[in-house]
């Protein structure tokens, strides 16, 4: 039996409806639009409503030459987003380009679809140390000190150059009394604090040495939850010698207040 208040559909339908919207994204596109030509992806011609852009060039432009004019556009768009997602689009490189008919009321309009192939790339570099912070900083957190930047003092007061980041001393933190949860608080704070945490690092680790180191198996994930569950037994093993520690009067405990 099922109940369904008026106007809202079941969580399983809402489920579901989550599961296929997952499905309807930018891989699925490259499985439909692509093939490989010489190992590397290519946009499949399907005229009039794509065309590639090989087709388009005007016969005095070479390739090479064309994909360099993309580059250097695809530079000054880059510049106009955010760090984080700046830094996305850097693990990035252009591979192809086609004309493409868009829906019912677009159809007339300019429109191009790009091919980008992931790259591994160096690690970023930061003339200036406290940017480099603030650029993890802000790849990491959904949301960033409103004043987070960075600054050099070419002559500290030791003479010598230093870089730093600057930021309020409180920004509003809060933290959650672990020692009041419930069992099923305390599983969803964790869960919670997991899925923070993976988002941060999914934000700014390289996805596909990620991806290659993971594989497809859970070896993984049962070596992480063996690995949490011996760090509980031995936070529980470590909490009981304090305990008796300061029982035993061989060290001295204070309230927090």
């Known amino acids: 039996m099922s109940v369904m208040t008026r106007g809202v559909p079941p969580a399983d339908q809402v489920d ?95 429109c191009w679809i790009v091919l980008m192939l992931g790259r591994f790339v160096g690690a970023s570099k930061y ?25 050099r003092a070419e002559a500290g007061m030791d003479g010598k150059q230093r870089d730093f980041y600057v930021r309020q001393l409180r920004d509003w933190k809060h933290s959650i009394a672990i020692e009041d949860l419930v069992p099923r608080g305390m599983r969803i704070y964790a869960q919670t604090c997991g899925w923070t945490l993976a988002r941060a690092h999914a934000r700014s680790g390289d996805r596909i040495a990620i991806a290659a180191y993971l594989g497809s198996s859970d070896v993984f994930d049962k070596a992480i939850t063996q690995f949490a569950s011996a760090y509980a037994d031995q936070n529980e093993r470590d909490h009981k010698e304090l305990v008796d520690a300061v029982a035993s009067g061989r ?7």
Request: proline letters at 5%; charged letters at 30%.
């Open 127 to 151: 003339a200036n140390m406290g940017q480099r912070v603030v650029a993890g900083q802000r790849l990491m957190q959904a949301s960033s000190d409103i004043f987070l930047g960075w600054q």
């Open 16 to 110: 579901k409806g989550m599961a296929k919207a997952r499905t309807r994204d930018s891989m699925q596109e490259v499985g439909k639009l692509t093939r490989l030509v010489d190992g590397r992806p290519r946009i499949i011609a399907d005229p009039p409503l794509i065309v590639p852009i090989t087709d388009l060039l005007p016969k005095q432009m070479d390739q090479e030459t064309f994909a360099e004019q993309i580059q250097d556009l695809l530079a000054k768009y880059q510049r106009t987003l955010e760090t984080d997602r700046r830094y996305l689009l850097e693990e990035y490189e252009y591979a192809d380009m086609a004309r493409k008919v868009v829906g019912v009321g677009s159809v007339g309009t300019r």
């Open 251 to 257: 060290l001295t405990a204070e309230p927090d207040l």
